[in-house]
């Protein structure tokens, strides 16, 4: 019952991350597009596309790690892991998993915290800068739900994921 109901709340926050990264990406790539054409077509650049190429890049950037690890698509070094006893290498997932979780946790309270301060606004957009700021705690907020997801169907990080970018 349990490992449904966290397969469950991890789907719901795999769409969640795939609609974002959709969003931010398809808005990336129509802001470059009009960025180049105003600019080397009619010789008219718009102000606003780089900052608001910052907020998208900064949305894709967190909430795709958050994916990375779901996948299991983030950097490991494991030369020493390949090459130790069984025994050990659970040890060494444990504490990978310990220190993904914590490190996860660390980056989501630091980014809620630093949205607490300061009301600043993006000049050219006008917008405030939380709506920039808060794409490292909510990134960092899924990426410690996988973690933990892993932990709980008693996998470690980096074994086991659904993958979905299948190489050939």
């Known amino acids: 019952m349990m490992r449904r109901s966290i397969v469950t709340l991890e789907n719901w926050a795999v769409r969640l991350e795939g609609a974002i990264l959709f969003v931010t990406l398809f808005s990336l790539i129509i802001l470059l597009v009009l960025q180049v054409l105003f600019r080397f077509v009619l010789q008219a650049p718009l102000a ?21 690890l779901y996948v299991s698509q983030h950097f ?11 025994t050990l290498q659970r040890i060494f997932g444990y504490v990978s998993d310990a220190a993904s979780l914590g490190l996860a946790v660390i980056f ?17 957009l006008g917008v405030p800068a939380w709506v920039q700021n808060l794409a ?30 299948e190489e050939e």
């Open 76 to 86: 490991m070094v494991d030369i020493l892991y390949n090459h130790v006893p069984a």
């Open 108 to 124: 989501a309270y630091a980014g809620f915290r630093m949205i607490g301060h300061g009301g600043q606004i993006l000049p050219v």
């Open 136 to 165: 490292l705690p909510v990134g960092m907020s899924l990426l410690a739900f996988h973690a933990l997801c892993f932990i709980l169907r008693r996998e470690h990080v980096g074994d086991g994921a659904k993958h979905d970018f």
């Open 48 to 68: 606003f596309t780089e900052e608001a190429g910052r907020v998208f890049f900064a949305w894709l950037v967190f909430v795709g790690a958050a994916r990375a």
